[in-house]
Nanobody
Framework: QVQMVESGGGLVQAGGSLRLSCVAS????????MGWFRQAPGKEREFVAC????????YYADSVKGRFTISRDNAKNTMYLQMNSLKPDDTAVYYC???????????????WGQGTQVTVSS
C-alpha cells in the first residue's frame, strides 16, 4: 500500500522560510515524477514544483521560481520543498504526490499525501 506523508508545515512570518518533507513508501518510485501542489481556501489545487525521482530533473511554477527548491533523497525515499522568502499568498495546504509520467497536472498524479498547512503572516 502506497503511503505519502508530509511534514514541516507551520506558521511563519512573511520573508521567512520553511522546509517541507514527504516520505513515500509502499512501492518503488523509479521513473516516477514526484510533485508538490497547494490549495488555498476557495481555490483550486495548483502545481508548485516537481522532480524526476530517477533523473532529478526539476520544474517550477512561475509563482515560486527562485524562491522554492525541490529535492529528493532516494536512499531515504524522501522529497523536500525548501521554501524561502515566503509571502502571505503562499498560505495553503501543501500536498505531495507521485505520478507515472512527467506532468504538472494534478489529475495525472496517482498517489497523494494528506497535506500539511503552511500559513504565512504579513
Amino acid at each position: 500500500q502506497v503511503q505519502m506523508v508530509e511534514s514541516g508545515g507551520g506558521l511563519v512570518q512573511a520573508g521567512g522560510s520553511l522546509r517541507l518533507s514527504c516520505v513515500a513508501s509502499g512501492r518503488t518510485f523509479s521513473g516516477y515524477t514526484m510533485g508538490w501542489f497547494r490549495q488555498a481556501p476557495g481555490k483550486e489545487r495548483e502545481f508548485v514544483a516537481c522532480i524526476g525521482w530517477t533523473s532529478g530533473t526539476t520544474y517550477y511554477a512561475d509563482s515560486v521560481k527562485g524562491r522554492f527548491t525541490i529535492s529528493r533523497d532516494n536512499a531515504k525515499n524522501t522529497m523536500y520543498l525548501q521554501m524561502n522568502s515566503l509571502k502571505p499568498d503562499d498560505t495553503a495546504v501543501y500536498y505531495c504526490a507521485a505520478a507515472r509520467s512527467w506532468s504538472s497536472r494534478p489529475n495525472w498524479y496517482d498517489y497523494w499525501g494528506q497535506g500539511t498547512q503552511v500559513t504565512v503572516s504579513s
